[in-house]
């Protein structure tokens, strides 16, 4: 018998889906993967290519750069065939290496974790596909895709009692900073201990209510904080996409409460508001002091599997 050969690619700075090709490699006998963001620019041979890549991101917002970082992936795959393919941002892809992905593959699926409205290209390739899946209920709904939310890829890291800050979060200095500094204010006022670092590229005057950063902390780095925090702040990105982010998925995994701005989450099995509060409106922010001082409650077992990164590569596949 023939060996079953899978190909994944994706975009992956924080090592979340190493867990997917791991898991990939207990379905399939041969799986093929990369990780774009381990590409570099490919700098322009001549003023031909430096004019093409004005010319096409002045009409059609594609970037000629991408072409040639991402074109020796294509280059490696192009003369092999896969029984299944599987990309995270195809989107990345121009539509003529979209077309030998689609050609070698006998069936190719996407995943989209961000939204169509925060990454307009995304609707313009859905047709390459057998199947689209995203975590964006309203892409899902106006572009008839299938939702599937992120996942818990967390497996055999070691969770440790909370010991010092009791509310942790990391974010990029955007327009959810001023939310930010609301909740740091809040709990300030409050009296309940917090740790929030916000990334700048560039150097911002000190604050007596968050901590700025200008080196981008590692998704290893930013699990310890978590290990250490009993709770986790979430500002997700309002107003352009409103799916789970994988701090709720973390949340789960460490058993640590959780404050978000994402009223979506109440529709998920695992709400729980003795773990969740949810702020609706951060002008009037009042989270009940119990909610710092009662212990998590477990959810149960059956919806904690529900959403471990092994069930989303079953449905991925159609096996669950």
Excluded at 32 to 52: C, H, T, V
Aim: charged share 30%.
């Amino acid at each position: 018998m023939k060996p079953t050969k899978a190909l994944f690619i994706t975009f992956d700075l924080s090592g979340y889906y190493n867990c997917i090709f791991e898991e990939l490699k207990s379905h399939y006998d041969v799986v093929d993967y990369y990780n774009l963001a381990d590409y570099k620019n490919q700098p322009y041979k001549n003023i031909g290519q430096r004019i093409s890549s004005f010319y096409l991101k002045k009409t059609k917002n594609l970037k000629l750069k991408n072409y040639y970082k991402y074109n020796p992936v294509i280059e490696d795959i192009k003369d092999k065939s896969y029984d299944f393919t599987l990309i995270i941002r195809p989107d990345l892809f121009f539509d003529k290496q979209l077309k030998i992905l689609r050609k070698n593959s006998k069936k190719l699926i996407a995943y989209y974790h961000d939204s169509i409205n925060n990454i307009p290209r995304k609707k313009d390739v859905i047709h390459f596909f057998d199947e689209v899946y995203s975590y964006e209920k309203r892409d899902v709904k106006d572009f008839n895709l299938k939702f599937i939310p992120n996942f818990i890829y967390l497996n055999n890291y070691k969770v440790n009692d909370a010991t010092k800050t009791q509310v942790f979060t990391v974010i990029s200095k955007d327009y959810r900073f001023k939310s930010l500094i609301k909740l740091a204010t809040f709990l300030k006022h409050n009296k309940f201990e917090y740790k929030f670092l916000v990334h700048s590229d560039k150097e911002q005057p000190k604050s007596d209510l968050i901590q700025f950063i200008t080196e981008r902390k590692t998704n290893s780095e930013v699990l310890k904080e978590i290990n250490q925090a009993s709770i986790i702040a979430d500002i997700h990105k309002y107003g352009i996409q409103d799916g789970l982010t994988f701090r709720v998925f973390e949340s789960l995994y460490f058993k640590r409460k959780l404050i978000t701005s994402n009223t979506d989450i109440k529709n998920y099995e695992f709400y729980n508001p003795n773990n969740i509060h949810v702020i609706e409106n951060f002008d009037n922010i009042n989270i009940p002091r119990n909610f710092f001082l009662e212990p998590y409650q477990d959810i149960p077992e059956e919806i904690y599997k529900k959403y471990l990164y092994t069930t989303w590569v079953k449905t991925i596949l159609g096996r669950a």
